[in-house]
């Protein structure tokens, strides 16, 4: 995903200047692996889940990725993708490399910010990683050392197979199974596509989700995927007990961020808009969405919340008064029929 810099006027009559560096210290990179989110768990299952899309996406694969949420007998998580692959070049080279993303000139594909593949270290020490591209596939496994660097072993198995694509996977601990299966509902009510959740955890996915069947889960994505206005109870129920805040939200990319209306329409003139739409969260049991195209708005690192620059107030501003006006269109033609 491509993300809108802010125009910069400074001119370039100020002499001889050097770049901005980065030390990357083990303390910057624990900041950008483990303090960056406030919903680590729920980052690590949308960045894991997000990555595996795009691999499918980039292979024009239509095989579903497999999702594997950890129970007690089976305390593993794993997100499998049947796409590209990584040889060992792209796993030292970009996949270990933070800030490093082949995506971020793009807005066909939901990354960009080299951050997600990481994000397992924002919950576990230990993750293995298992990709090939069609003729060879090999595990390694990225851990953190004594001083806290995260690193990745050579190769520990490699076997020849015509499997192409990558299985990022870790062991949870029996006390965060339940918060695994809270954040895997509200992060694949939103995601572009619905994983095949592999093992013995689709039964207590679906009871999370207050569902019978997965039929049913399926059906309320479709339902937020076409409509502006969410009001099925179930749906808000998800949202609302998600720790999302306000009633005004955009998706992008399948991923739900909620708007600080603050940042939106200043001044007077404005408020009454703005309070009509600060008027859809009644009780928790509507909201207003926007479906934004990948990169039509800034985002923060953390994929946690937007980037209020000044692109990005005024896309959603231009959003607002073009759903108002659109309202008040079809109210005017309801009245004329």
Known sequence: MKQVADKNDITSNVGAARKFTINANAELIDTLSNKLYKHPIRAIIRELVSNAI??????GVSEPIKLHLPTRTEPEFYVEDFGIGMDED????????????????????????GLGSKTPFAYTTQF??????????????????????????????????????????????????CTFYEESVITLLFAQQMPEIVGGGLSSFLSEANCETLEEFISLREYVKNNSVLMNNK????????????????????????????????GDRYTPIMRYFTNYDYNGRRYFIFHLPIGSVNIQASREALNYSKYTKRVLSQAVISELVSIVRGITDQIAA
């Open 54 to 59: 795009d691999a499918n996406t980039a292979k």
């Open 90 to 113: 792209t796993i030292y080279n970009v996949y270990t490399q933070y800030g490093n993303s082949t995506k971020n000139n793009s807005n066909e594909q939901i990354g960009g910010l």
């Open 128 to 177: 293995t990683v298992e990709s090939g591209m069609g003729i060879v596939r090999k595990t390694y496994t990225a851990f953190k050392d004594e001083e806290g660097y995260p690193q990745m072993t050579p190769p520990l198995a490699e076997v020849e197979s015509d499997k192409s694509g990558t299985k990022v996977s870790f062991a949870v601990d029996v006390d965060d199974i």
């Open 235 to 266: 749906v808000c129920e998800i949202i609302r007990r998600s720790s999302y805040s306000g009633s005004i939200y955009v998706e992008m990319g399948g991923v739900l961020y909620s708007v600080d209306t603050d940042q939106l329409l200043d």
